[in-house]
């Protein structure tokens, strides 16, 4: 068992000491020799559990007392924290809170032992991406293609795992949005709660402007497509989360602009009006169009074929979506920040192998 001082309950025990079995005596004969079994020197005894007095530095004010507990108490069951916060053994200063209550810089929460069974911590290794932007306030990486933003789902970890690993000292670091796994390109993340908070009131009220280059196969025709559809995530049979186009799902909309032809793909701008999970993917593939290496809402025939080199063509091992280019308010000055990531190599690469119908060069591809 692990100390995590907590969760509440559950009294210390010790184990009794094993007794030492006492030499025989011999008194006929005192030249034979006698062994005695000696026991090994029982355990230290596990420090008592204690409660915890935790002061409310800037960093945390503002955030829900259930997750601030959440993150301090990590591996220690949902159930476990709002049992201790309904039984008012969590106290904000020397009062009796709800699960709702926003701590205020200042605070002084009493957080009640809490005991859990010890389990084998992952060594995460740490890891730093190419930054296009950071100062006290924000981290703004290129993330590539193939690693998670954050462990979960047979993930053990992720880009956040790995920058918390890489920078000890960091008091805070977050997560302002997600990208697919298999998406490259721009990431936010938050260095201060403040931070963090006006970013996600941004995105929440329309204020952001995220683009994305997405390959398709097929025949675009319109330079400028507006695609509305509501979508609903659920759980497929196999346990992956999956998005699919329902009536009754929440309003999505994605404007596709046409940057160029090549062959029987097209690359195409992705404007996001609402940032649904896989919103870009799911009105592609509804709009019967494949994303060139989708492998949940994609041609899977297709996905095969682009696994191999043909001809001139050269071989694709990725999903072509790259998050290029965002604009939002830096959240201290208030001024906009426009920030671009050109494409990687590969997806360069493989636009170079494809025939192409237009002569224009995709400068915006290039980040130019």
Known sequence: MKDLARFSGGRVETRPKARTQAAPKHKADRNVAVKQEVSAPPPPPPQALAVQLLTIGEEDA????????LRICKGVPKSHIYRV?????????????DQTYRLVEGDVIRVPPIRIAEKQEKVVPGAEF??????????????PAGVAVHGGSGVSYGVIEQLRAAR???KFLELVHRLDRDTSGILLLAKKRSALTNLHEQMRDGDTDKRYLVLVHGDWQNERQHVKLA????????????????????????????????????LLEAELKTGRTHQIRVHLSASGFAI??????????????????DGQRIALKRMFLHAYQITFAHPETGKPVTLKAPLPPECEKFLKSLPKNVPEAISEAKGD
Not at 85 to 97: D, H, M, P, Q, T
Not at 243 to 250: K, P, S
Request: cysteine-free; overall charge positive; glycine content about 10%.
């Open 85 to 97: 916060l309904r039984s008012g053994e969590v106290r904000v200063n020397k009062g009796r809170i």
């Open 231 to 266: 979508l609903h995530k659920y759980t497929a049979g196999d346990g992956e989360r999956r998005v699919r186009v329902q009536a009754d799902g929440q309003a999505s909309h994605t404007i596709f602009n046409l940057i160029r032809r090549y062959g029987d793909y097209a």
């Open 130 to 143: 190419k930054i296009l932007l950071e100062d006290n306030h924000l981290l703004v990486i290129d993330k």
């Open 168 to 170: 000890p000292q960091a």
């Open 292 to 309: 060139a290496g989708d492998d949940k809402y994609g041609d899977f025939a297709l996905n095969r074929a682009l696994q191999k080199a």
């Open 62 to 69: 503002g955030q829900r007392i259930d997750n601030f507990l």
